[in-house]
């Protein structure tokens, strides 16, 4: 076991007048199983990259350990995975890599299948399991769930626990729970680090936050009192300052010496007590910094003319002649939250676009509510680019209300002047479900909402669906979100 020391790490990208990091100093041990949460645009992946030495920096980061960044970059994707395996990591030997393929729960078949082949849930633990292999590293794992369906996490989830030496960036809460013993969160002044899992560090984060709400009304009053103190000092100082001119009064000149040695020093205790008031100002007003606001949102779902929205009885779905999916058979009814299940390439997403209209073959009964308002989240973000204020001109939505929302998701205003192309993968799925929450729709589709987006967001998201009780149907693999939004499932074999 050794340390990793950051100490005083500043940085900010270039042409950029805004610190990502400011003299920010902490230390964790390379073995521990490190959790990394953060909301979305903090620099989680900035700070990942600062440890691989990618960016230049002051202050300082000591490691006696190399780093390692998953995702790997695979040079060759259409080579065997045998091949893609031992140019990551030279020295594997193959006993080994079959070892850790056990714990995974994969088929050593897939050694010798095309890379390009496997799914991305198999791509994600061979690598995974690849980078573990290699000696005297710790590990950087940057948000791997984003292509692993729920039984791909638990088995992810199961294997990271029996390892160490790793920090895991990831917004699934479970998931965290079940693989980390420590904590390291990037808040809105610094940067914490805190033995225990997630729940632990939420329910203490909440507490601390709770405590601070509290005093906040108190906090304010103080410094209404200290601002009218500092006035009433500066007004009385300047009243002082003006008797030195002096009046003539019954023929007696004023000793102006003896009312300019007096004002001044009342002019130096007034100083004292502006400064004494200033620190104590300045010291109140920091109070608050770290407390993460979680503001209310809106959603305008509308009533359909009649209950049942959607119906499938015995569908099945052929793409070139092959079955993706088969015996589909639900009602999608006024109220209802359908949570669509089934493994990574079961056919969910190809149900979702048979329902949105998309010529697509099948077989069976489908009907769809005619003239009905559908509110559709993409998978995909890689379309988005140009200006908030031009995509919503586009989309036909409010863009008052847009903004707001995300505003509300924590996009800073300097983001919304930005094109959406340079945002984050977060960023940009917030973009994404904050259209769809400004449109007033009958149905609202949502295919795989919450990857990339942190957990404070998702919270926001669950607490808005639940006061509005829109009629959903949506594919996520976020079992927490799940099992407090859906009000049923539909699992596709």
């Known amino acids: 076991m050794s340390q990793i020391q950051i100490s005083n790490l500043t940085f900010s990208y270039e042409g950029s007048l805004v610190e990502v990091f400011q003299n920010a100093s902490f230390q964790i041990d390379t073995d521990w199983k490190l959790g990394f949460v953060g909301r979305n645009g903090r620099g989680k992946t900035t700070l990942l990259k600062l440890l691989l030495g990618e960016y230049e920096y002051r202050g300082q980061i000591k490691s006696q350990v190399d780093f390692f960044y998953f995702p790997f970059p695979i040079q060759n994707q259409d080579d065997l995975t045998i091949n893609v395996l031992e140019e990551i990591n030279p020295t594997l030997e193959q006993w080994r890599i079959r070892k850790e393929m056990h714990l995974l729960e994969l088929d050593e078949d897939i050694l010798y299948q095309v890379f390009s082949t496997l799914s991305k849930g198999e ?44 920090i895991l960036v990831s917004h699934d809460r479970k998931f965290l729970d079940d693989c980390v013993d ?10 914490v680090v805190q033995r225990g899992n997630y729940s ?64 001044a020093k009342m002019m130096k205790r007034s100083k004292v007590m502006e400064n004494r008031i200033d620190r104590s100002l300045d010291e109140k007003s920091k109070l608050l910094k770290e407390v993460e606001e979680k ?10 003319t009649k209950n049942t929205l959607v119906s499938f009885k015995n569908v099945a779905i052929q793409y070139n002649g ?3 999916c088969s015996d589909v058979s639900f009602e999608l009814n006024q109220g209802d939250r359908m949570n669509l299940q089934g493994r990574n390439g079961s056919g969910k997403s190809s149900i979702i676009k048979l329902i949105l209209g998309e010529d697509i073959h099948f077989t069976g009964e489908k009907e769809i509510g ?31 209300l847009f903004i707001t929302l995300l505003r509300k998701l924590d996009l800073k205003r300097e983001d919304l002047n930005t094109n959406i192309k340079y945002y984050s993968q977060g960023q940009k799925k917030k973009v994404l479900l904050a259209k769809s929450l400004c449109e007033r729709a009958h149905l609202y589709i949502w295919d795989e ?35 407090k939004v859906a009000t049923k499932r539909s699992v596709i074999q």
């Open 123 to 166: 791509q994600t633990k061979i690598l995974l399991a690849a980078l573990f292999l290699k000696e005297g590293g710790f590990l950087l794992i940057d948000e791997p769930t984003n292509h692993l369906d729920v039984q791909g996490r638990q088995q992810v989830s199961a294997y990271l626990n029996q390892k160490k030496g790793f």
């Open 182 to 191: 420590h904590i390291l969160s990037i808040q809105k002044q610094s940067i």
């Open 200 to 263: 632990s560090y939420h329910k203490n984060k909440e507490a601390k936050d709770l405590f601070e709400w509290k005093q906040n009304e108190k906090i304010k009053g103080e410094i209404k009192a200290m601002e009218e103190a500092k006035r009433k000092t500066k007004t009385w100082s300047d009243k002082v300052e003006d008797t030195k001119i002096g009046t003539r009064v019954a023929g007696l000149r004023p000793d102006r010496g003896a009312i300019g040695h007096k004002a």
């Open 295 to 304: 503001e209310d949102m809106k959603l305008f779902p509308q009533k359909y």
């Open 322 to 324: 092959n079955t993706i």
């Open 370 to 400: 005619s003239g009905m308002k559908i509110s559709y989240v993409n998978q995909d973000t890689s379309f988005l680019e140009g200006s908030i204020q031009d995509y919503a001109i586009q989309e036909g939505i409010d863009e008052t």
């Open 449 to 483: 909402p919450l990857n990339y987006i942190d957990v404070l967001s998702r919270e926001q998201i669950e607490e808005v669906i639940l006061k509005y009780c829109p009629t959903m149907l949506f594919v996520e693999h976020d079992e927490l979100f799940c099992e």
